[in-house]
């Protein structure tokens, strides 16, 4: 390992476990990244998820640190030259450095050499995990703009012992803020899992797979094609015949809760608040007043409220509601 000692090593793991618990997810991945600068000095980064293809890495997810957005139009074209990428995924778990000028010397890389001196990526770190049987892959980069502060051996060791540490700290920030999506007390009726928008899977719990199977069957560790189109639309509750899904999009991933559907889920959102004005105690001249709707368009909705939910009692209503929350 680099000149890191062991302590140091350890408190860092303890921080990033720390983080992995308290810190928000929308701010995590640059807390991290904050955190790895002094032991393993870098410049910019990105911290990404996709699949290896014969053009090249076809990206997922991706978050940015200190790098500038109109970099991805720019290495969309010189991709397939990127011959580093290659390298590291041909490999189950695999870390690199290299200078970008030494790796992609080749008459055929010009562009991918022009494009790594417009961006001043001189020097780079890769670690990546990646699935053989899929070529879905993990990874995180690390840049350094300074061509002369080149990868050493001992820091690529450091990279390599603090990669899975990263990603599974990773994974459990995603899991900790999914839990506070969808909170203590309604926790025993969601299932949850969290996915990309191209459908690949990071993580489901078995009753998520069991509702899926009643009516978006998983396509291997991918969600249901139809269900996902359904996610990439603009509604961010998705109504099936059999099971409710909702969906809240958080750093370019999908925090899904999903769980059977009830009679209340048949409810307009119009209908739904009215139903839970009722239900507070309030009566539906109190309803109609707050609304600003009149009397008899209240009734009428109460009146189907009742019909959709097969109940004729205002009291039966309150323990219905809580159902779709």
């Known amino acids: 390992m680099s000149r890191t000692t062991l302590p140091e090593f350890s408190r860092f793991l303890l921080n990033l476990?720390?983080?992995?618990?308290?810190?928000?997810?929308?701010?995590?991945?640059?807390?991290?990244?904050?955190a790895v600068r002094p032991?393993?000095?870098?410049?910019?980064?990105?911290?990404?998820?996709?699949?290896?293809?014969?053009e090249g890495i076809d990206i997922h997810s991706l978050h940015r640190h200190n790098f500038p957005e109109e970099m991805f139009g720019a290495f969309a074209q010189v991709r397939h030259q990127d011959t580093a990428a290659r390298r590291v995924t041909s490999e189950p778990r695999a870390t690199i450095g290299f200078s970008?000028?030494?790796?992609?010397?080749?008459?055929?890389?010009?562009?991918?050499?022009?494009?790594?001196?417009?961006?001043?990526?001189?020097h780079c770190f890769i670690t990546s995990d990646i699935n053989p049987l899929t070529r879905f892959t993990e990874w995180?980069?690390?840049?350094r703009s300074d061509p002369q502060r080149r990868?050493?051996?001992?820091?690529?060791?450091?990279?390599?012992?603090?990669?899975?540490?990263?990603?599974?700290?990773?994974?459990?920030?995603?899991?900790?803020?999914?839990?506070?999506?969808?909170?203590?007390?309604?926790?025993?009726?969601?299932?949850v899992a969290i996915a990309d928008p191209r459908g690949v899977i990071y993580h489901a719990d078995p009753r998520f797979k069991e509702l899926m199977?009643?009516?978006?069957?998983?396509?291997?560790?991918?969600?249901?094609?139809?269900?996902?189109?359904?996610?990439?639309?603009?509604?961010?509750?998705?109504?099936?015949?059999?099971v409710v899904v909702q969906r809240t999009l958080e750093q370019g991933l999908?925090?899904?809760?999903?769980?059977?559907?009830?009679?209340?889920?048949?409810?307009?959102?119009?209908?739904f608040m009215v139903a839970e004005l009722l239900a507070s105690g309030m009566t539906q001249k109190q309803i109609a007043a707050r609304v600003a709707?009149?009397?008899?368009?209240?009734?009428?909705?109460?009146?189907?409220?009742?019909?959709?939910?097969?109940?004729?009692n205002v009291a039966l209503l309150a323990p219905l509601l809580v159902l779709r929350q």
């Not at 390599?160 to 920030?173: D, V």
């Open 151 to 191: 990868c050493a051996p001992e820091e690529v060791e450091l990279l390599g012992a603090l990669a899975p540490h990263l990603m599974q700290s990773l994974a459990i920030n995603r899991l900790v803020h999914l839990d506070r999506l969808v909170g203590q007390d309604a926790r025993e009726n969601w299932a």
């Open 213 to 242: 199977a009643l009516e978006w069957p998983l396509q291997g560790q991918r969600l249901g094609a139809s269900l996902l189109d359904e996610l990439q639309g603009s509604q961010a509750r998705i109504l099936g015949r059999r």
């Open 140 to 143: 995180v980069s690390l840049f």
């Open 39 to 54: 032991l393993l000095p870098f410049d910019a980064s990105i911290w990404g998820t996709g699949t290896m293809t014969a």
């Open 17 to 34: 476990y720390r983080h992995a618990q308290e810190v928000p997810v929308h701010e995590f991945q640059d807390a991290v990244l904050t």
């Open 254 to 271: 999908y925090f899904l809760r999903a769980r059977e559907r009830h009679a209340v889920d048949s409810l307009s959102p119009r209908e």
């Open 293 to 312: 709707r009149s009397p008899e368009t209240i009734r009428s909705q109460v009146k189907a409220i009742f019909a959709k939910m097969d109940i004729n």
């Open 100 to 122: 970008a000028l030494e790796e992609f010397s080749g008459e055929d890389q010009a562009e991918i050499r022009q494009f790594a001196h417009d961006y001043a990526q001189h």
